[in-house]
């Protein structure tokens, strides 16, 4: 599955300890911190609101300007996902951003208009929602999963649904 940026959301937040630990490195403590793997950059900002702390990971191939449609670089999810993470993990949701306009792909298996610019499938569980453009750039596409279940497993929910 070619993409060109995945946002994975979170109700909580790791501490400056462990990600420390976990081999981040501090762009602002508390806030903002980044890893390096291969030719992947991921981010991990941390979002308070009071005492309560979410947080959100982005990865993106290294080098590359976020939703800079002329030269952001595609990649496989899989691979930059267990590059950061190679084991169980369920986010609260995940959000891939693709080049590929997949709309009719979509309206043939199953996805109903919701709003302007998203179409959602709502379905024993499943929700998934398909920003067309992306809220983010006009150019881009977004393919939201609010129940994902284990990260490593979203890839081949996808499959399943014949999206990729």
Avoid: R
């Avoid at 990865?59 to 002329?70: A, I, R, S, T, W």
């Amino acid at each position: 599955m070619k993409i060109v940026y995945f946002k994975v959301n979170m109700s909580f937040a790791y501490t400056h300890a462990q990600l420390i630990k976990g081999g981040w490195n501090v762009e602002e403590k508390d806030k903002f911190y980044y890893k390096l793997k291969g030719k992947f950059k991921y981010n991990y900002v941390i979002k308070s609101f009071g005492k309560i702390k979410v947080s959100e990971i982005y990865g993106m191939v290294e080098g590359c300007e976020k939703l800079n449609y002329e030269t952001i670089s595609e990649f496989d999810f899989e691979e930059s996902w267990l590059k950061l993470w190679n084991k169980s993990f369920t986010p609260d949701s995940v959000e891939i951003i693709i080049k590929e306009n997949i709309f009719e792909k979509l309206i043939d298996i199953g996805f109903k208009p919701a709003v302007f610019g998203v179409i959602e499938y709502v379905n024993n569980g499943e929700n998934l929602s398909y920003y067309y453009p992306s809220p983010e750039n006009e150019n881009f596409y977004k393919l939201v999963d609010d129940n994902p279940g284990d990260v490593i497993k979203f890839p081949i929910k996808l499959k399943n649904f014949n999206i990729f």
